[in-house]
């Protein structure tokens, strides 16, 4: 298993990282004063997204590191794509007047949206 094989579990905490990595290059000890998370935790957070390739470290002596690609998006993309396959099939039932599967649809739809907004 490569390094960017590696699926990093995005908790709240993570989250908080990613947030203050967004902004910019940052150390450690400056995420834990913009998150107010612990440092342990920080440096937990930082090594999970820097073994999944997610983060770099762009000056090892002093901490510093840098965001490459952010690991939230891959189930943002997912949950887009799973939504177009939805709003297609609802399409085609709308064109084969085929209301039951329209309904199967639009509630799978739906479904899709609230996951989003929940993991929010």
């Given at each position: 298993m490569t390094q960017q094989d590696m699926a990093v579990k995005v908790t709240d905490s993570t989250e908080s990282?990613?947030?203050v990595l967004h902004k910019?290059?940052?150390?450690?000890?400056?995420?834990?004063?913009?998150t107010d998370l612990s440092r342990q935790t920080v440096h937990s957070?930082?090594?999970?997204?820097l073994a999944g390739g997610h983060v770099r470290y762009v000056h090892e002596a002093t901490g510093l590191y840098e965001l490459i690609d952010d690991p939230r998006l891959e189930d943002q993309e997912h949950y887009l794509e799973e939504l177009k396959r939805?709003?297609?099939a609802a399409v085609e039932a709308i064109e084969e007047e085929d209301f039951?599967?329209?309904?199967r649809?639009?509630?799978?739809?739906?479904?899709?949206?609230?996951?989003?907004e929940d993991r929010r």
């Open positions: 990282v990613l947030d910019g290059r940052a150390t450690p000890g400056y995420i834990v004063e913009e957070q930082l090594n999970q997204l939805n709003i297609r039951d599967d329209l309904r649809n639009v509630r799978a739809a739906s479904e899709v949206i609230e996951d989003v």
